[in-house]
């Protein structure tokens, strides 16, 4: 209804007026954007760095270098062409459909030579306060943040009254099918306690399920998050 870019910023301009879009604009300048944006190159850095420190975790320097080469890296190449930057993003987004692929596969491939033993009794000490179901909401979040990126350049898409619901309303159940068929590939893998510990949970996956085609899984989940860290950063310059 509102074919602005900047994401939330016109939607509470025109709900609201001009005070709370613009506390959101420069809370979004400061803290969100650049925040999310460190998080997922330090979880790029993470995946590329496991394969090397086979059985313990990488160095904390090593892992702050790594996101701050890869921040360098790609804000040079969104500053440099808006082109190169979408180009960039739909390289790596095919590239993060094929570890999602593989590993959901792979999954439903063990689940159905019955490996599912660690799905049993899933829910056993599960907390069902109002407080614990609203944390695991929040928790959720997180994963499902992307849904209003595409806000965000509202105004650079072709026909947006047509194409962005339709990119939402096929990106988000896309998305949702994804996240649950990957967790569900992981506990037949990996019991509760080895994912909480687990400081790359799909390069553990790969070391049990892919081996000796493991490396393939840290490879594909590290264009999967600099995807990610490049879609943040084409879009927060709106």
Do not use: H
């Amino acid at each position: 209804m509102i074919t602005k870019s900047g994401g939330e910023y016109p939607y509470l301009m025109e709900a609201f007026g001009p005070i709370p879009a613009y506390l959101f604009s420069w809370t979004s300048l400061f803290v969100i954007k650049p925040s999310s944006f460190a998080i997922i190159c330090l979880s790029f850095s993470e995946y590329v760095s496991a394969p090397f420190y086979s059985g313990c975790n990488p160095p904390q320097v090593v892992i702050k270098l790594l996101a701050a080469a890869a921040i360098l890296l790609i804000t040079t190449v969104n500053a440099l062409s808006v082109r190169l930057g979408s180009y960039v993003q739909n390289v790596f987004t095919a590239a993060k459909m094929v570890i999602v692929v593989v590993i959901i596969i792979s999954g439903l491939v063990l689940l159905a030579q019955g490996n599912t033993r660690n799905l049993e009794n899933s829910f056993e000490g599960t907390k069902l306060s109002l407080g614990a179901i609203g944390l695991a909401f929040y928790n959720g979040l997180w994963a499902y943040d992307g849904w209003n990126q595409l806000n965000y350049i509202t105004e650079e898409l072709r026909n947006p009254f047509r194409n962005l619901p339709l990119a939402i309303i096929i990106g988000i159940p896309l998305v949702t099918g994804c996240y649950i068929l990957m967790n569900v590939s992981y506990f037949t893998v990996m019991t509760a306690t080895e994912l909480l510990q687990s400081q790359a949970v799909a390069v553990t996956f790969g070391d049990r399920v892919l081996y000796p085609a493991s490396w393939v899984v840290p490879l594909f989940v590290a264009f999967s998050t600099i995807g990610a860290a490049n879609g943040t950063c084409f879009t927060a310059g709106r």
